[in-house]
């Protein structure tokens, strides 16, 4: 890809784009600005400086271009010259980019004006070309009249350019995709075949109907990503600085080869009228910078900033500012703070010289593949050394032969710390390398021991292998049979109707990128208009195909016929899963007591009792609801006036029994919410200085309620919410 690209849109404004046709609902321009849109947008949402891109408007009422004079090249405006695209760029061109009241204008014209602009922009001072991309997209619906006398010199001007020229009409016909226009103008069809005639004779141009262009949308595009160098350095056998006999190296360079995308992240803005109004003032860690932004001038930048205090009693309402300078980093060892200055943290750190060398090596079956750690990266001989690259080849066929994987230590960047990594070989026809994956030290492996699937060990140590826990023979066939039945190693179909894998990673697209990717491009062509939901291919994956199920049916059938297996009612929500114990006197205590009325408050000195109590008796969302709020104001009040650590316990008590309550009544989302909110009144200091109070609540085990049915807070988040701030 060229690392800069000059693109012209030249759009069909003619008064027949207002129309409708073909059982559509909007007006045929309305219809080809779909694509036009999604590609302006796609364009600015790159942020490269070497995009460029214009616009053409044809059959337009006005006349707007560098190459008018007496009679040529009327009804053809300039709508936007080459150069970056922006917000006001983008709302420009919605007010100009509608249908115009004429019929006049030629579509070649448009074409020989934009080959004069692309030529001239990619033009240096020197007058030689520059290295970049060129392309011309011209829209239609082919209604318009249309000179064809100079088609064979556009198109060798064309090509003497390096121009890319796409050709696409609105209802053309289109074999291939399977899209005929019934009842076609002769017009129409002579006007196709003069533009078609015009990208046959283009090196580098292509004919296509509206339908395909759109459909073609569907797919996300997959954001192309320069090299990134993690090593170059030399990988080596032996100590070849020290034994530089006996030991060898090899000039190598390490790029990433597979990296985890991420979705873009929101920024944090504010209204430039309220900022001026003073409402941007409100308590908060935040402050306004006050910058100009000229694609949003009624928005302005957020800065945030942070503020350290501490307990000094000759200080105002007894706290003192201090800058971070004064701080000083600390551990926890246990629930005490160890303290670490600058010249004791960097005891911490290892002094590793970069470096990247082979430990040893290990048989393919010996290793475990839950082993990989993480992101894999491509180590290959340096390109311009065919020693380097002889001896990669020789190390890769050896690895090969004899079916091992090396182990090597990595240090990419001095003073990093060393990482360990498996190295296997790959052998492509043009390409000979070594793909690593991290390997984990003994601390980041999970040793977890579980009983056995396929026996049960009695308490005297007996092997029982048959046995009720146990899956019997027909079930281990039944479950064969029908994992067999939904196998997608071959249920997809190739051009031929071979069959073929059904889940290809090139087809797979992560949701999470494109489906904000899309809302943001929606958000900015249509700024009031509706998201959208989203694209078929994000959610494909989402669920097996119709087809797989209904084949695999039978095999699912005789499945749940073999194991027994029965539906189960559902839980009902906010009731308890225990039997009501019945006195033998008959006397229904429970009863009496629900006859008694009522409480509308929990009191704080015998707050635990009557919250349990309140939940017991609730028969409604609402009065549990209650009772919640209830008990969270009383756990506040328990911290609002707690003097140092002296009524930390009593509040862990409360809190643990609002916990307990919510977990056994399955409403985890009430004590979640209410744990996010306490946090965060804990940090905007509503009750004093209380981090040591937070401090010890991160070993109470009262985080958030993770992993349950009505819970769906991950173990990260949970992790992640009793951080400090």
Not at 44 to 51: D, F, I, P, Q, T
Not at 599 to 624: G, L, R
Not at 627 to 639: D, N, P
Request: proline content about 5%; hydrophobic content about 35%.
């Amino acid at each position: 890809m060229a690392s800069k690209e000059a693109t012209i849109y030249i759009v069909d404004l003619g008064s027949t784009t207002g129309d409708c046709h073909n059982g559509r609902t909007i007006s045929d321009l309305d219809y080809a600005m779909e694509y036009v849109w999604d590609k302006l947008a796609t364009i600015m949402s790159a942020n490269r400086v070497g995009l460029s891109v214009g616009v053409i408007g044809f059959r337009t009422d006005e006349t707007d271009n560098p190459l008018q004079s007496d009679g040529e090249y009327e009804n053809i405006c300039v709508l936007k010259p080459l150069g970056p695209m922006d917000i006001p760029s983008l709302e420009y061109l919605r007010s100009k980019l509608r249908s115009s009241d004429t019929e006049m204008g030629d579509a070649v014209s448009a074409i020989v004006l934009g080959i004069d602009l692309v030529d001239k922009f990619t033009t240096l001072k020197t007058g030689k070309p520059a290295k970049s991309g060129r392309k011309i997209v011209l829209v239609t619906d082919g209604q318009g009249g249309i000179d064809d006398d100079n088609i064979e010199s556009i198109a060798e001007r064309l090509n003497e350019v390096g121009i890319e020229l796409v050709i696409l009409g609105i209802d053309f016909d289109d074999l291939e995709f399977g899209f005929k226009e019934e009842d076609k103008s002769s017009l129409k069809k002579h006007n196709e075949a003069i533009l078609a005639k015009l990208v046959d004779k283009c090196t580098n141009g292509m004919f296509a109907t509206m339908a395909e262009a759109l459909a073609s949308l569907a797919n996300p595009t997959v954001k192309s990503t320069r090299p990134f160098k993690q090593y170059d350095g030399r990988l080596g056998l032996g100590d070849f600085a020290k034994y530089p006999e006996s030991a060898l190296y090899i000039d190598v360079q390490r790029y990433f080869r597979t990296k985890q995308a991420k979705a873009p992240s929101a920024s944090a803005f504010v209204s430039a009228v309220a900022n001026s109004n003073g409402e941007g003032t409100a308590q908060s860690s935040n402050t306004v910078e006050d910058t100009e932004m000229p694609d949003a001038p009624a928005l302005s930048a957020v800065k945030s900033s942070r503020a350290y205090r501490i307990n000094d009693a000759t200080g105002a309402g007894g706290v003192v500012d201090v800058t971070r300078e004064e701080l000083a980093k600390g551990y926890y060892y246990g629930s005490t703070a160890v303290p670490f200055g600058q010249d004791e943290e960097d005891v911490t750190r290892f002094n590793s010289p970069q470096g990247f060398s082979i430990i040893g090596f290990v048989p393919n079956d010996k290793y475990e593949r839950y082993l990989n750690m993480g992101e894999s990266s491509i180590t290959i001989a340096q390109p311009v050394n065919d020693k380097a690259r002889m001896a990669m080849s020789s190390l890769v066929h050896a690895l090969h032969e004899l079916d091992s994987y090396a182990v090597a230590r990595i240090v990419s960047k001095e003073g990093k710390a060393p990482q360990l990594i498996l190295l296997a070989p790959s052998i492509e026809p043009d390409l000979e390398c070594l793909i690593d994956v991290p390997l984990p030290f003994a601390e980041d492996i999970r040793v977890y021991r579980f009983p056995p699937l396929d026996k049960v060990i009695g308490s005297s140590g007996t092997v029982i292998t048959k046995h009720r826990y146990l899956p019997s023979d027909e079930l281990t066939t039944a479950m064969s049979d029908y994992v067999d039945s939904m196998d997608l190693s071959s249920f997809g179909q190739d051009d031929d109707g071979n069959p073929t894998e059904f889940m290809k990673i090139e087809e797979t697209f992560s949701p999470n990128v494109h489906r904000v990717n899309q809302a943001i491009k929606k958000r900015a062509i249509h700024p009031d208009g509706e998201v959208g939901e989203p694209a078929a291919v994000l959610t494909k994956w989402s669920k097996p195909p119709a087809e797989l199920i209904a084949n695999a049916e039978p095999q699912l059938e005789a499945l749940l016929k073999v194991s027994g297996v029965t539906k189960v009612p559902e839980k009902a929500k906010g009731k308890r899963g225990r039997e009501p114990v019945t006195p033998m006197s008959g006397l229904d205590v429970k009863d009496l007591l629900n006859t008694r009325r009522k409480k509308n408050e929990i009191a704080q000195e015998n707050a635990i009792p009557e919250f349990k109590q309140m939940i017991e008796m609730a028969e409604k969302d609402e009065e549990i609801i209650r009772a919640t709020t209830y008990m969270g104001k009383v756990v506040q009040q328990f911290l609002q006036s707690a003097n140092g650590n002296a009524h930390h316990a009593v509040t862990f008590s409360h809190i643990k029994t609002f916990r307990d309550e919510m977990i056994d009544i399955d409403m985890p989302e009430i004590y979640n919410e209410f744990c996010k909110d306490f946090k965060k009144r804990i940090f905007n200091n509503d009750f004093g200085d209380q981090r040591n109070f937070w401090a010890d609540f991160k070993f109470q085990k009262l985080g958030l309620i993770r992993s349950t049915e009505d819970s769906e807070v991950t173990e990260q988040e949970a992790a992640e919410f009793l951080k400090f701030g």
